[in-house]
C-alpha cells in the first residue's frame, strides 16, 4: 500500500473494523438528515415567499434541484470508488460503489418525477427530449445498467468488476448533464445555484434549498453505510467476526422473542 | 392551513412531487434492513447445520 | 438451459437492451439538440427548411398576443435580436404565458406564418419574491430615466 496513505485509512477499510465504524455513525447521519430535512422543509414550504413567476410551484425545487445534484454527486463517488477497486483490488472500494448505485438511481428518478411534475404547469409539457432531460434519463439508465450487471453475474467479484467499468465509462455523462443547458438550447433554463458569483435567487429561498442540499448528502451517508455493512456481513460470512455478530443476533432475536412469548403468557393468564 | 394545502393551485403537482421524494428514500433506506436480517437468519441455519454435522461426525484430533 | 443461466441470460439481455436505449437516446438527443430549436431569424434565412416540423424559439413580442373571442385560437409574434415571426395557435397555453416571455412553439410554416401545435413557456433561472421583483423593476425605470436626464441631448 502507499506511504502516502495515514495507517487509520489503511484500518478502516478492513470489513470488521468499517462495519463497527459505520455502525456507529449511520445514526447520527440519519438523525443529521433528517433534523436538517426538516428545518429545510419548513423554511421551503412556510416561510420561503412566492416566486413572482411561478407562485407557489416552484416549490419543488427545494426536493428536485437537491435530487439533481445528488445523482450527479453520487455518479462520482460511484466512479472513484470503482475505479479504486479495479486498480487496487480493495474490496470496501467496491463495496462502497456498487451500493451507491441503487441511491444514485433513486436520487435520479426522483428528479425526473419531481422535474416533470415541476414541468406541466409551468412549461406546459411532462417531458421534452432536450439535452438536459434526455442526459438525466440516460444517467438513470447508466445506474440501472451497472445494477444489473452487478447481479448477473455469479461470482459477485466478476460481477461487480464489469460494473465498475461500466460506472467509470459513464461519467462522461455527468458532465454532459451539467453543462447541456450552456452547450445547446434548450427549455431547461441555465443554473440557478452558481459556485463562483451570486446566485440568481434571493436568499429566503436559497438558505432552504442549501440546507436541503446538506440534508441529502447526510441521508446518503446513511443509506449508504447501512447498504455497505449489509454487504460486507453476507461477503465476508464465512469469517469469524461475521459468526460472532450472528450469533449475537441470534440471541438478541430470541430474547426479546422470549421476552414477547413471555409477555404473551402473562397477558393470557 | 388551506392557503398552504393549495399551494396557490399547484397543489396536484407539488405534493405528489413531495410524496415521491419521501417514498422512494424510505424504500431506499429500509431495503438493507431486510436483507440484513433475512441474511443473518440464513447465516444462523448455516451455522446450526454445520455444527450438527460436526457433532455427528467429529473431526479426528 | 439450466435455470441459472437462464435466469443470466435474460438479465444480461435487459442490460444490453438498456445499453443501447441509452446510447441510442444519446445520438438521438445530439442530433435533435443540434437543432431543438430554430430562431425567427434562423428561419427566415432558410435553416428550417429541411424540416417539416420543427421548434420556433424566441420571445412574445409584447403587445402582439390576439385572443379569438369565441375559440381557443391565439395568434402572437415572435422574434429575437434580428428578426420576426407571426405564429397561430388553438390550444390551451400554459400559466407562463405572456408578454415578453421566452416561448418554443412546434409546428410547421404555413407560408409565412408558424402554425402551432404546442406552445411551451421557458422560464430563466431566476427566483424571487414578487416584492423585490417590483422593487428591482422601480429601480431600473428611475436610473433609466435619471440616465436619459443626464445625456447632453443636442438641441
Known amino acids: 500500500m502507499a506511504n502516502w496513505i495515514p495507517l487509520w485509512v489503511h484500518k478502516l477499510s ?72 479495479l486498480v487496487w483490488r480493495i474490496k470496501l472500494a467496491e463495496v462502497v460503489a456498487m451500493e451507491s448505485a ?26 421534452t427530449w432536450d439535452a438536459r432531460l434526455t442526459s438525466e434519463l440516460v444517467l438513470l439508465f447508466l445506474y440501472l445498467g451497472v445494477i ?72 446518503y451517508i446513511a443509506s449508504l453505510f447501512g447498504r455497505v455493512r449489509t454487504d460486507l456481513l453476507s461477503m465476508e460470512s464465512g469469517k469469524d467476526w461475521v459468526k460472532q455478530i450472528a450469533d449475537a443476533y441470534g440471541s438478541a432475536s430470541a430474547a426479546s422473542a422470549g421476552r414477547a412469548g413471555a409477555a404473551e403468557k402473562e397477558s393470557k393468564a | ?51 450438527a454435522r ?8 | 438451459m439450466n435455470p441459472t443461466r437462464k435466469r443470466r441470460l435474460t438479465i444480461v439481455l435487459l442490460i444490453v437492451a438498456a445499453a443501447a436505449v441509452a446510447v441510442g437516446l444519446i445520438v438521438f438527443a445530439l442530433q435533435q439538440n443540434m437543432n431543438y430549436l430554430f430562431t425567427p431569424s434562423q428561419v427566415q434565412t432558410g435553416q428550417a427548411n429541411g424540416y417539416k416540423t420543427f421548434r420556433l424559439g424566441g420571445m412574445v413580442k409584447a403587445g402582439s398576443i390576439q385572443r379569438s373571442n369565441d375559440s381557443l385560437k391565439v395568434t402572437f409574434t415572435v422574434v429575437d435580436a434580428s428578426g420576426s415571426m407571426p405564429v397561430e395557435y388553438n390550444g390551451i397555453l400554459p400559466d407562463l404565458f405572456r408578454d415578453n416571455q421566452s416561448v418554443i412553439a412546434t409546428g410547421h410554416m404555413d407560408n409565412a406564418r408558424f402554425m402551432a401545435t404546442e406552445v411551451l413557456a421557458k422560464h430563466d433561472e431566476t427566483y424571487m419574491p414578487k416584492e423585490l421583483k417590483d422593487a428591482m423593476a422601480k429601480a431600473h425605470e428611475g436610473k433609466h430615466v435619471n440616465e436619459e436626464a443626464g445625456q447632453d441631448k443636442p438641441q
Open chain 2, 1 to 51: 392551513m388551506s392557503a398552504f394545502l393549495a399551494m396557490g393551485g399547484y397543489a396536484m403537482y407539488v405534493w405528489p412531487a413531495y410524496a415521491v421524494f419521501f417514498i422512494v428514500l424510505i424504500a431506499d433506506y429500509l431495503n438493507p434492513s431486510l436483507r440484513r436480517r433475512r441474511n443473518l437468519r440464513e447465516l444462523r441455519s448455516r451455522m446450526a447445520r454445520q455444527a
Open chain 1, 14 to 85: 478492513s470489513p470488521p473494523n468499517f462495519y463497527r465504524f459505520a455502525g456507529v455513525v449511520r445514526p447520527w447521519a440519519l438523525a443529521l438528515a433528517l433534523i436538517t430535512g426538516a428545518v429545510a422543509l419548513y423554511g421551503g414550504l412556510v416561510l420561503a415567499p412566492a416566486d413572482y413567476q411561478q407562485g407557489d410551484a416552484y416549490r419543488i425545487i427545494f426536493i428536485h434541484v437537491p435530487s439533481a445534484w445528488m445523482s450527479l454527486f453520487i455518479y462520482g463517488v460511484m466512479a472513484v470508488a470503482s475505479f479504486i477497486s
Open chain 2, 54 to 61: 460436526q457433532q455427528r461426525n467429529p473431526t479426528p484430533p
Open chain 1, 148 to 219: 444489473g450487471l452487478y447481479h448477473s453475474f455469479e461470482d459477485r467479484r466478476q460481477g461487480a468488476r464489469a460494473a465498475a467499468f461500466l460506472a467509470i465509462i459513464g461519467i462522461i455523462n455527468v458532465p454532459i448533464v451539467h453543462f447541456s443547458v450552456n452547450w445547446w438550447n434548450t427549455l431547461h433554463q441555465g443554473s440557478t445555484v452558481r459556485i463562483l458569483g451570486p446566485s440568481k435567487i434571493s436568499g429566503d429561498m436559497l438558505w432552504p434549498l442549501l440546507t436541503m442540499m446538506a440534508a441529502t448528502k447526510f441521508y
Open chain 1, 102 to 127: 441503487p441511491i444514485g438511481a433513486a436520487f435520479t428518478f426522483i428528479t425526473l418525477v419531481t422535474g416533470s411534475l415541476w414541468g406541466k404547469p409551468m412549461w406546459g409539457t411532462w417531458w
